[in-house]
């Protein structure tokens, strides 16, 4: 079966360090996204992984082990504008088909 | 980068009846793919549109509740068939742009009354 687990909420403090675990069930595997999805708005894409290791892109790393079906997103010097849900989003071989996790609900407080 | 525009915004519909959603790319894309959004939740994918072939629906989606359009490299539309107020939702247009990026539109929110 197809399975992506996050946990559904965090808090952490601005200027933090935050870090949102992502593990995976998928009967394929054709790479790993995280997006960020503000209330009431569509989610944009923040990063991509189809090879192990840490991708670094400004405040934002996303880490993945394919042989533990796990990823990580970090984030760094958090700002309150961070506060947002991030969804975990995996993409099937063949056909494109991405399928996503419930997401996490970050909460970034001053 | 993909600009992604839907129509329309938002919508009160009246059940039993059926809505028809745009999505209208800037660019010219292989794929489109349609999910919903119920609130509090996150994306589950409805379809995938290819344009000139069958639309691909994922397990619980059905055509003839979903029926789609692709006729061109920039056009799609999804209609919300015979709504019940499970149906209300916010629907997402979405296109791959490059193998590693996929576009969300702004979405549709949809209430059935």
């Known amino acids: 079966g197809q399975n992506i687990d996050q946990p559904t909420e965090m808090t952490a403090t601005e200027g933090a360090i935050v870090q949102i675990n992502c593990t995976y069930q998928t009967s394929g595997f054709n790479g790993l996204f995280w997006y960020q999805q503000h209330a009431g708005e569509a989610p944009t894409f923040l990063s991509y992984n189809v090879l192990d290791g840490l991708e670094e892109k400004g405040r934002f790393s996303s880490f993945l082990s394919r042989s533990k079906g796990y990823s990580y997103l970090l984030l760094k010097e958090l700002q309150m504008k961070d506060s947002a849900s991030y969804l975990c989003?995996?993409?099937?071989?063949?056909?494109?088909?991405?399928?996503f996790g419930a997401g996490t609900r970050l909460f970034v407080k001053a | 980068s993909a600009v992604i525009s839907q129509k329309p915004s938002r919508d009160i519909c009246q059940r039993g009846t059926s809505l028809t959603i745009q999505c209208q790319v800037d660019s010219q894309v292989t794929m489109m793919f349609w999910y919903r959004q119920q609130p509090g939740q996150s994306l589950t994918l409805i379809a995938t549109a290819n344009q000139g072939s069958e639309a691909t629906y994922e397990s619980g989606f059905v055509i003839d509740k979903f029926p789609i359009s692709r006729p061109n490299l920039t056009f799609s539309t999804l209609t919300v068939s015979n709504m019940s107020p499970e149906d209300s939702s916010i629907y997402l247009c979405?296109?791959?742009?490059?193998?590693?990026?996929?576009?969300f539109g702004p979405g549709t929110r949809l209430l059935v009354l």
């Open positions: 989003a995996v993409r099937d071989t063949g056909g494109f088909k991405t399928i």
């Open positions: 979405s296109v791959e742009a490059g193998y590693e990026t996929q576009y």
